[in-house]
């Protein structure tokens, strides 16, 4: 029988949410393009890959509580949530495991634990955020309302996530609005509570490309388009390894998914942090708010770090011994006579 294609137009919601996943994806695609090629171009071409090592920088957008939080800072609070908790871990466990296996006397250093956080957000529990939001993007008559109602009913029992108060001016102290359970929720961070609207979530979270849409741009005059959008594509956004599956997941199932590639290679490597603070909200010069500041730095561990860690920065025995060589020449007499011992502590 000879085959015929059935075409059936879009309603004009559905055609705009098809134009801006298309403008999405050949967004992101472009971006993972231009990253790497500048990856390869400072690759040595005659090193192996597996032989090299790699210097990563990691810069994302800080901890967001807005007068109007959507999934998009949820996605954000997120992700630091789980690079303050890789902080948290290389900073302060892995310290004092060192100092106990070498028998150095420490005092045991209590610090802020945000995996009960964690587990809210993406854990495997059916009620965390993130599963809850996948089953209602399931469900053909499901809404916002509904999803956000019975995440709060389901996770009554939780710390870490509650309703709303009578306005969602949290950070900034304004008026705000009136917000029902059903509208928002609450989700105490480390760094605090965010008011989160979930107006529109169901609609973002199966934002999705098109089968169709991909074989269209695999078959672009542009060669770089057809290659990006080519079935098996390294650089293919959608249907994992394969750049033309009917469903590329939930957006927030495969954010979830991406940054724990991007945790586990952190964790695969030797991470220096850099810790930035915010003066004030009004991101004006030469203002400096004391509270806020002192609240971000007791929240983010630095003044714990600060106090209480006896030596987060090692230097191996033959520099030690050099500098302080340097020192006794200053200090110690001529012609006096020091006996220095050094003992070589096992190797980190």
Known sequence: MPTCATQIPLKPDEARSSRDALAKAIYGKLFGWV??????????????????????????????????NSLEQLFINFANERLHQHFAIALFKT????????????????WEDNSECLEMISGKSPNSIFNALAEHSRLPKSNDEGMTEKLLADNRKSKCIFPPKLTSGYHAGGKGQRLTHKEAFVVTHFAGDVV?????WLKKNTDTLHEDLQVCMSSSTSPILSKLFSVGTINAITGGARGGGKRA????????????????????????????????????????????????????????AASRLPCPTRTNTDKSLAHSKSIFRTFVPPGAIVECRVQHAPAL
Not at 45 to 67: H, Q, R, T, V
Not at 95 to 110: D, L, S
Not at 196 to 200: A, D, P, V
Not at 253 to 276: G, I, N, P
Request: proline content about 4%; charged content about 25%; hydrophobic content about 35%.
């Open 196 to 200: 989160y609207r979930t107006e529109g």
């Open 35 to 68: 990253v790497q090629q500048v990856n390869n171009s400072l690759m040595d071409p005659n090193s192996k890959s597996s032989d090299a090592g790699f210097l990563g920088i990691l810069d994302i957008y800080g901890f967001e509580n807005f007068e109007r």
């Open 249 to 304: 997941g939930y957006v927030a199932e495969k954010y979830a998914r991406q940054l724990e590639d991007l945790m586990r290679t952190l964790r695969a490597s030797h991470s220096h942090f850099v810790r930035c603070v915010k003066p004030n909200h009004q991101q004006e010069p030469h203002r400096f708010v004391n509270d806020l500041v002192l609240s971000q730095l007791r929240n983010s561990g630095m003044v714990d």
């Open 95 to 110: 310290e004092q495991e060192i100092y106990a296996r070498e028998g150095i006397v420490c005092p045991v250093i209590e």
